[in-house]
């Protein structure tokens, strides 16, 4: 079995990290014989919204993995950290999925050593680098400034965890990068890497094998705009992300495509008024989610199926119709085909947590009387990690939707009488007679479940994890059929 390197760089790169988690989580599978996920985030704005929120759910989403095992549907692919892969007693290796990034919480100029260089080293760096650079604070990151990203990155393979990723790196596996093009930490980070990880240093353990091995990337045009109201004070301006975009893909043709140094290359943007927030970075970078994110997540999967194919490519997304609110039959046929039913089958349950909580536990059938009881429910798997997780989920789905183009698959209103009515345009039909909306069919396939036995000898946290995956399996195939 292989494993999948994932370099998320930058903010971008978190929040697509994010979408892979959600995706999943839900059962959606790698190919190609990968069953291990290793993210690896690389931002020197180690204060990041984005960035820490990410970290949060991958540490849930393992805790969820190592509790309820690896033969399920749900949270079945395992993540791993640099250090889980390695020896754990290995010192200055992070075990947080962040990549720590020597000089990055300095200023420019310090990094450099600038004070300390001769007249002329002075010069030459003057003639480089604005003084505004050089007294950028990379606390926040590089601030849409690629020039001083290029330096401060090319520091990343005397690390501790990139000497971790060479050792743990095994014939088979595979690699895929996450950046932006339009801003500084990606647009710097991903060239940079790609050199390095093509090249073969003899004093670099397995870096014949890395540089041969699979190695895919998406890169994000402009998807979105910083607001305005801080004019004449920022210095992040979304009025220079185009020409940014231009210039990295100039450099992308000589440097990466004419020698097809990548196996497969993603190209996503969106021109739509989609206005984030201003933020420099730290805590108040929190960007709402965005379809394009699952985007690039999806193309992590198409990247896995690709492999072993022989074909250099450069991929873009597209979608069946163009729609400014998209649903799921918006989506291309292997798109909808790969995520419609796991999407379907986990929002459901995490609204049948959410709504129906109280008819389960007073309904006292086979599922809450001889497995699941009440005190489950307080119990460190639920409360601290499966409840965190899918509020996680169910925020991630609703951010979705509040974009100038959203993604908004599910209706919002229900109840539990109504909760099997929640995919727009595969609503099942009821009548007096027939009551195919309610929860309650849930319940009952609950208890059907949990007296036929067949989970008898799983864990309690598997028993459960399992038995709603049965019964929600059955009921979104009937939906969706």
Known sequence: MAKLYVFGIGGTGSRVIKALTMLLASGVKLSNGFDTIVPIIIDPDTANGDLNKTADILFKYQNIYNDVGTDNSFFGTKISTLCQLTDNNVSNISN????????????????????????????????????????????VGFKGNPNIGSIVLNKIVDSGEYREFTNSFN????????????????????????????????????????????????????????????????????STFFSKAKAALSYYEHAIFENKSIDAFYHLGDNSDNNMPYAEGKGEQKNNAHFLEMAGALAIFDFVDSINKGDYSIKEFGIEEYHKILRFDNLGANTKQKISRPLSKLSLLQRFLEKSMNPLLNSRGNFTRKIITEKFYKQDFYEDNFSKFM???????????????????????????????????REP??????????????????????????????????QFLKIFDTVLEKEINKILN
């Open 96 to 139: 947080n999925f962040k990549f720590n990034v020597d000089g990055s919480g300095q200023k420019f100029g310090e990094s450099i050593d600038y004070n300390g260089l001769d007249d002329e080293n002075k010069a030459l760096i003057d003639l480089l680098f604005s003084k505004e650079n050089l007294d950028a604070d990379m606390t």
């Open 429 to 462: 039909t009821s009548n007096i007679f027939s009551n195919k909306a309610k929860g309650d069919i849930i319940i009952k396939g609950l208890d059907k479940e949990a007296h036929s036995g067949v989970f008898d000898n799983e864990e309690t946290a598997a």
């Open 391 to 425: 509020n996680y989920f169910n925020e991630w789905l609703n951010e979705m939707e509040n974009n100038d183009i959203s993604f908004a698959p599910f209706h919002n209103n229900q109840d539990h009488d109504k909760i099997m009515n929640f995919i727009i345009g």
């Open 171 to 238: 014939e088979g596996d595979a690699i895929f990068i996450i950046s932006s093009i339009f801003g500084g930490t990606g647009a710097s980070g991903f060239p940079l890497l790609l050199k390095n990880l093509r090249q073969v240093d003899p004093n670099v353990i397995n870096s014949n094998i890395i540089s041969e091995s699979n190695i895919g990337a998406v890169s994000y045009l402009p998807y979105f705009k910083v607001s305005e109201q801080h004019e004449g004070e920022r210095t992040i301006d979304s």
